[in-house]
Structure formats: structure tokens, C-alpha cells
């Protein structure tokens, strides 16, 4: 299994995501918590990563942490682009992109910020290497707002 794994990885393809996304056709809320459940996850990795100094890892995991609250609203509200990447079998980012656009009409500009600031620590941060810790910090602001404000409307 852990071959399967590590050649479908090496080939683009996001297990994780395609284990969510089948557990979501089965029961949808059981995906949007597993999704705000990995959110909380990657959110105290990227913290973990800034007590180290780690600012790059940190950015990532930030980005990470966006990433999966778009997708659990996504799937929440069944937006054109939740069901897009059901089709697909995965997620591109403008997608993201697109579904964090239409939730920020939806629900505030806080899923906007979030989902811009994740973006920038995903390009600047972590694949630019061009951020210290306390660029990092500011960003992850946004992003700390944006899971807070995401679980009252996930878990309502």
C-alpha cells in the first residue's frame, strides 16, 4: 500500500484528497469535518514551525491550513467548483481561487483574506523562500481569522 501510495504521489495525484472526497459522496458532512479537522492540523504545524524559525514550513502549512477550509465550504454550500473537482478527482488551484471568491460573497471578506494571504505565503513564502518569520506571522493572521470564522459556520 505504501508503494501504491508513494507512485501515486510521485505522479501529482493528492491520496488524501481522493480518500475525502469518496468518503464525501458516502456522507458530505463527514468530509467538510475531516477537512476543518486537517485545517486545525496544518494550522498548528505552521505555528510549530514559526516557534522553530522556520519560516518556509511554516508558510506552507499555512497555506495548507486555507486550502482545506475552502474545499470543507466548498463542499459545505456544493459550489460548481466542489463539484468540478468530484469529476476530476482532484483540486486545482484556481479553483480554490474561484470557490474562495464565491464564498467571500457568501459568507465576508474573511475567507477572501485568508485565501489571498495563504496564496502569498504559498508563492512568497514557501516556493519564493522570500519571507521571515515576521511577514510570515502577519500573514497567518488572516488565516487564523479565517478557521475561527469557518468553524462557527461548519459546526452550526
Known sequence: MEEL???AEEKGINVEDLIIL???KLD???GVKIRLEL???YLSEAKDYL???????????????AEE???ALAEKFNLPEYQQAIKEGRWYTYNLGHAAAKLSLKLGDWVKAG???AYVLHVWGFHEAKFD??????????IERMIREARKVILS
Open 28 to 30: 458530505p458532512n463527514e
Open 115 to 117: 485565501w489571498n494571504s
Open 69 to 71: 477550509i475552502v474545499k
Open 39 to 41: 485545517a486545525e492540523k
Open 51 to 65: 516557534s522553530k524559525g522556520d519560516a518556509i514550513q511554516a508558510s506552507e502549512k499555512a497555506y495548507k491550513t
Open 22 to 24: 469518496a468518503l464525501s
Open 133 to 142: 518569520l515576521d511577514t510570515v506571522k502577519i500573514m497567518i493572521s488572516d
Open 5 to 7: 501510495i508513494k507512485k
